[in-house]
């Protein structure tokens, strides 16, 4: 199973500096952390990311069945046009050559070519965590922000000071996602106006 969110750290220090950064936001010392359950709070932070794990193996998972029935679409319309091709030969060797009593292959080609075409329409969309790392930070903050509520009774999204977005959920949802490895493609961690406008998206 592939990792894609690595921990920096223990559950329990990981959850410390995730809620002494909470505090130290401008506005955090209106919260109070200390009645926290740390432990709970942890498991609604990691829970969303082993939920999209799994999601993003399914997804991995049907991404080579994709790929496999594109190759047999593929190959069998090759096989198509090479009948084809061979029927308009004057030489006709296969055709003669092809057993008379068994299936004509190229209705064959043609059915499985379908068949392929029709399996790789069926395919139900999973949620997904791999891919665009932008795509992950979507995927994490709003549940971040779930967890967020429920642990402290906050609903303040975010404010500005200024012009630049800060607050204790940003504070929050900026230490969560360092922690659990989700960065920028270049390791960078996300600017706080970025998770701000991934709270607002998910909103709409």
Known sequence: MSKIARLRRSDRDCV????????EAPGGDRLDISQVDKAALW????????ICQAASDVNSSQNKRQLRRRKIA??????????????????CVFARCYTRNKPNPHNVLVDLEAAAK?????????????????????TMVPRLRVA???HLGDKRRYTKIDDEVDGPFIRFA????????????????????TISSALTNSRK
């Open 16 to 23: 410390d500096l995730i809620l002494a950064a909470t505090k």
């Open 43 to 50: 498991k609604d932070i990691w829970l969303p990311v082993a």
């Open 74 to 91: 593929k190959k069998a319309h090759e096989l198509k046009d090479l009948l084809e091709a061979d029927r308009a030969d004057d030489d």
């Open 118 to 138: 029709q399996a790789m329409e069926l395919v139900i969309d999973q949620p997904a965590f791999e891919g665009p790392t932008r795509r992950r930070l979507e």
């Open 148 to 150: 967020y509520e429920k």
């Open 174 to 193: 900026d230490t969560a996602l360092w922690e659990l490895g989700i960065t920028k493609s270049n390791g960078e961690r996300y600017a706080y106006a």
